[in-house]
């Protein structure tokens, strides 16, 4: 693989650092999971923590950097054409019931554009990357798009409550940016869904474009409601076909 830039090598450590935590905390999940109060307290609380040392890896690296981050907002540096974009555990929902399917999402926003993307399900121990022009991997492997050309062959993904029948194979996962890497990777052929928050799709978007997938316009200015449609190249039409109601 090509060599990664620095601001990415940051990335990884922080989301590895991090996922030491996770990984502790969602050990004890089952535990709580047969008591009388349930573990919804202690999930917030194991968010914060996560959050809490990504962004301290992150500042000490680049301390003028800005950040958006799902727990504590925005925060403008000194530099505010380059900003961290945190989801210190998407899937939280899967997280607080013990299923093992949630990730770390960490995207750098260089002048209104996603240039780096990290993508780590720290349970599985799977890492997607990507870079501007520097092509997506997972876990150090080039991935790409599928290349499927028969909609009824593909696998899509949503955690959308649709209001109309689809009329093709579909999962819901509860997590956007595993969906997204999913798409980037080729384990899904496309990813659809409403009112999401940048946190939750940053690195996803630069992650399917890098892998050679199509996806809508996003504005990068907007941190909520946004809408995605991603899939390979080859089904991208006959995707938004199905998807005109959406």
């Known amino acids: 693989m090509k060599s990664i830039s620095a601001n990415l090598n940051i990335m990884i450590k922080a989301s590895e650092k991090a996922s030491k ?3 502790r905390d969602f050990g004890e999940i089952e535990k709580l999971q047969v008591s009388k109060k ?3 307290d202690f999930v917030t609380n194991a968010d914060l923590k996560v959050e809490k040392i990504i962004i301290e890896e992150l500042k ?3 301390p003028n950097f800005s950040l958006i981050s799902e727990e504590s907002g925005k925060d403008k ?10 989801d210190p555990i998407d899937g939280t929902v899967n ?23 990290l993508i780590y399900d720290p349970i599985k121990d799977e890492m997607f990357f990507a870079e501007k022009n520097n092509g997506a991997f997972f876990n150090n492997h080039r991935i790409r798009v599928s290349n499927k050309s028969d909609i009824n062959d593909c696998l899509f993904a ?4 649709i209001k109309f029948e689809l009329n093709f194979p579909n999962r819901k996962s509860g997590c956007a940016a595993l969906d997204m890497a999913y798409v980037a990777s080729g384990r899904y052929d496309g990813y659809f869904q409403n009112n999401l928050n940048l946190w939750d799709i940053a690195a996803g978007i630069i992650l399917i474009k890098e ?10 200015n907007n941190t909520k409601n946004l809408k995605v449609i991603a899939s390979s190249t080859n089904i991208s039409a006959k995707f938004q ?3 005109s109601k959406f």
């Open 211 to 220: 892998a050679g997938g199509v996806i809508n316009d996003i504005d990068l």
């Open 95 to 117: 997280f607080l019931h013990g299923i093992p399917h949630f990730a770390i999402s960490i995207a750098l926003k260089s002048h209104n554009e996603i240039i780096s993307g």
């Open 77 to 86: 540096g000194k530099d505010s054409d380059n900003t961290w974009i945190i």
């Open 158 to 161: 949503t955690n959308d409550k």
């Open 60 to 62: 000490k690296a680049r």
């Open 21 to 23: 935590i996770i990984i």
């Open 241 to 243: 076909e199905k998807l």
């Open 38 to 40: 349930g573990p919804t």
